[in-house]
């Protein structure tokens, strides 16, 4: 879902573990974070340059929030053609 402020926040699950994804078009920033805080699956979206979840706390875009940090989830940012050449069992998501 893209934001008011023109990032794009995706909420997902990936190989069981729930994840968000957060871009920024404009610096080609992309991070992946676990959503689970203190034993529980938040959900997020963005707001004034900063991830909001759903109990209305807020996160840097580095996942740090005021006394925690996401658990970063490796991720990598790439062209299609680049990844799909090395990596030819790759699908398209969502499928």
Do not use: K
Not at 29 to 38: H, I, L
Not at 63 to 92: H, M
């Amino acid at each position: 879902m893209d934001g008011a402020d023109g990032l794009t926040v995706l909420n997902e699950e990936i190989g069981g573990v729930p994840v968000v994804v957060v871009l920024d078009p404009d610096s080609m920033f992309g991070m992946a974070f676990s959503t689970v805080v203190d034993g529980t699956a938040r959900t997020f979206s963005a707001g004034d340059g900063l991830l909001v979840d759903d109990s209305g706390a807020t996160w840097s875009l580095e996942g740090v929030g005021d006394d925690e940090r996401l658990t970063f989830v490796t991720g990598f940012v790439t062209e299609w053609y680049g990844w799909a050449a090395y990596q030819t069992d790759t699908g398209i998501w969502p499928d």
